[in-house]
């Protein structure tokens, strides 16, 4: 079957926000504008189709992201500008559209960061009221990590409160001066009635039931001074990204309308300039002008460098051009149990088809997957399709041993395309089954979930043999065991959050090991000497190997990394991992006949506990980048309050009538906040809690730690 839809016409999406900006409803509002779905899906009426998820309908809140695919043709608004006109359809300019809708949410923010690196473009939508939040934060950071270029959309313009120009300055303070404004809101709160287009100088205006109708008109008398400003302001912006149009721009002419898009899109493609747009998607005002923005403005596949990777023998550089006549090349990015077909793996086509029924090659893990179903996805529904093109979106029924971050490439031709780096967890629980028939399924569903969501972590306590697992935050395992129990059948009981405590050093250290077992016939033998220094905070672990003149053969160095790599997982200070050290391996002796690879990593655990030991050992803990908003007239006891749990009140500011607080707090003292909040506050307050840092716990909290983690 030949491709329907030229790859220049396909444009991969994703929706990013703070939780409660509208991310969802405005998902809603695309799949109806492009006739994916026939009724508006709303969040708080928990119907719509993107958060399908039974704990999503619940909480009103996105927890997994969902794909989906729609047609888009741009909006054409003809005759006399104070005539209602209707869109024109133009079969050959309709574009495939593939959108990821993702969660607002820090403690799944794992899904917007393995969404954006496979993404070409992304809607970053902001709350008309609070302007630029945590977590917008946050997910501009991951977008700029995969150079992601992005327009946004200020939603939510009708709501008490609203206030376009303080989101725009927000933007500016907190994210990137590159704006180019191309919408104004005509009135604001209870008199938002449209959008003005600064570059056409036209007025839209959404009528009908569901604001389907765009009607074009003339802009407000009393807006045209600010309209003026602003398109000079955003003609000034575009030309000074091309030299043409600065210089015809300078010489005082104005630049044609095609020039200035055509501009315009370059420089968002380079990540130069982020376009603005406004509107509400709850009241059916602005989507479809966000539709053509995304048509107009972010880049189709071609648009994009081609995708680099490596050699999976030889470790030479390779790249794939975003075509179908190149050699197949995906990355797995999404593991998820469909409780019909099983396990679904989610994968971006980078270049080459995937063909159902053929053979393809896991680089990554070095084994042959062979292709069975093949699906395209609508939220939780599947259509079947046959093969996948370069620059599209699909998932695979039943891959044996794929998991996230893995490259699914021709076998003929292998390239390992970068993995996907995910955020450690920062809170830990105990779970253990009800009863004898929930354990064996416990163990299952565990492994399930841990497959599913790299952020989630399952161990045993080798002293207790209780059962832990870890996550990004409260809600984060919360959401865990509810899913065992509606989708596994699994009761469990649940113990208090426990934090994830990690131990590091302060100084340099020398140490050596030695391990000499001699009880007849052959022994053991391994001797080892290395150095231990700090590395810069969140830098993990490294291993240096500077064994010269075979005082170790090679055969057991990577006995001895071995061996220092697991006693790093359990540290001297209190048994907590050990993270951000140096390890250099640069002496030790053997034996002809005695030494083994078990001797050797004996020999390296054993000098490893002596070097930190040596090293000035401290404890490290999650800090936590919390805001919290609250009426003005209880600043003063949410300030004290905060300071009493060790917090650093990092900025003060105002928004509307409320005070925010921006501070760092460690994790341990953030359990149970929010009902402590709400006493405060005759529950006016708010907050939101992100992961920022780990940092050093102060002397005499870290000797309770301690001790209490020896009582247990």
């Known amino acids: 079957m030949p491709r329907l839809y030229p790859i220049e016409r396909v444009r991969d999406i994703g929706i990013i926000a703070h939780i409660d900006a509208g991310k969802t409803t405005v998902s809603e509002r695309v799949l109806f504008y492009t006739g994916v779905s026939h009724k508006i899906g709303e969040v708080h009426e928990g119907d719509t189709v993107m958060d399908w998820m039974e704990q999503e309908r619940e909480r009103g809140i996105t927890i997994t ?22 869109q024109v359809n133009h079969k050959e300019r309709e574009h495939r559209i593939n959108l990821i809708d993702t969660p607002g949410h820090i403690d799944f923010t794992v899904e917007v960061k393995r969404s954006l690196r496979v993404l070409d473009g992304a809607v970053v939508v902001f709350d008309g009221v609070a302007g630029v939040e945590p977590q917008s934060e946050t997910n501009w950071r991951y977008a700029d990590e995969y150079h992601v270029p992005r327009v946004c959309f200020i939603n ?18 907190r994210l990137t001066t590159n704006l180019a404004i191309l919408q104004l809101p005509i009135g604001i709160e209870g008199t938002f009635e449209g959008v003005v287009d600064l570059l056409t100088r036209t007025a839209y205006r959404f009528e009908g039931e569901r604001g389907e109708r765009i009607v074009k008109g003339e802009i407000p008398a009393d807006m045209k001074e600010s309209v003026e400003r602003y398109r000079h302001e955003l003609i000034e912006k575009i030309a000074e990204t091309d030299d043409a149009l600065l210089h015809e721009y300078l010489e005082g002419k104005e630049p044609s309308l095609e020039a200035l898009k055509k501009a315009l899109r370059a420089a968002t493609l380079k990540v130069r300039l982020v376009p603005i747009l406004c509107g509400s998607a709850l009241k059916n005002k602005g989507v479809q002008l966000v539709l053509d923005a995304v048509v107009d403005y972010l880049p189709s596949p071609v648009d994009l460098p081609p995708v680099k990777g490596t050699h999976p023998d030889t470790h030479a550089e390779e790249t794939r051009m975003p075509s179908d006549d190149e050699p197949f090349a ?3 990015f999404k593991i998820a149990a469909d409780p019909f077909v099983g396990s679904l793996t989610y994968f971006r086509v980078y270049s080459g088809i995937m063909k159902r029924g053929s053979y393809i090659l896991n680089a990554t893990k070095g084994s042959q997957e062979r292709v069975g179903r093949i699906m395209r996805m609508h939220a939780n529904h599947r259509e079947e399709v046959e093969e996948i093109y370069a620059g599209d979106i699909g998932a695979i029924v039943g891959l044996k041993n794929t998991t996230t971050g893995d490259s699914l490439v021709d076998p003929a031709k292998p390239i390992a395309l970068e993995r996907i ?19 064996e399924k416990m163990g299952v569903a565990l492994r399930r979930l841990a497959e599913e969501d790299p952020t989630f972590r399952v161990s045993g306590d080798a002293e207790t043999g209780e ?14 065991v509810d899913r065992m129990k509606r989708e596994f059948n699994v009761e469990a009981n649940v113990g208090r959050p426990q934090v994830a405590y990690k131990e590091t050093i302060k100084g340099k250290a020398d140490a050596e090991g030695k391990y000499i077992r001699q009880s007849g016939g052959r022994g053991q033998y391994g001797h080892v000497k290395i150095r231990v220094e700090p590395m810069e905070r969140g830098k993990g672990y490294e291993f240096v190997d500077e064994i010269k003149g075979g005082a170790i053969p090679h055969e057991f160095i990577a006995p001895v990394e071995k061996g220092l790599e697991e006693a790093t997982g359990k540290g001297v200070l209190a048994g907590y991992p050990m993270t951000d050290l140096k390890v250099t391996l640069y002496d ?24 930190t030991k040596k090293a000035k050992l401290v404890l490290l803990e999650p800090v936590m980048k919390v805001q919290v908003i609250a009426p003005d007239q209880f600043l003063g006891d949410v300030t004290g309050d905060l300071s009493s749990r060790r917090a650093k009140i990092t900025a003060m500011g105002e928004r ?11 994790l341990a003292e953030m359990f149970g906040y929010v009902t402590n909040l709400r006493s405060m506050t005759q529950g006016r307050g708010s907050f939101t809690m992100e992961f920022s ?20």
């Open 65 to 86: 992201s969902a794909a989906t695919t729609c047609f888009w043709t741009p909006t054409y608004v003809v005759g006399d500008p104070s005539t209602s006109s209707v």
């Open 156 to 173: 939510k313009l009708d709501r008490m409160g609203a206030n376009f120009e303080h989101d725009i300055q927000s933007i500016r303070e």
């Open 330 to 332: 995906a990355l797995a």
């Open 421 to 439: 780096t995910f955020p450690e967890p920062v809170i830990t629980i105990r779970i253990e089954p009800k009863t004898k028939a929930d354990q």
């Open 467 to 480: 059962t832990l697992i870890a996550g990004m935050g409260e809600l984060h395992l919360e959401i865990i």
């Open 588 to 611: 030790g002796s053997y034996h002809d006949v005695d030494s083994s690879e078990f001797a050797f990593k004996i020999a390296a655990s054993m000098a490893l506990q002596e070097a």
């Open 656 to 666: 509307g009538m409320a005070r925010v607080v921006d501070a760092d707090v460690p």
């Open 693 to 712: 840092h780990y940092d050093e716990v102060p002397g005499n909290v870290a000797q309770q730690v301690i001790e209490g983690r020896i009582k247990k």
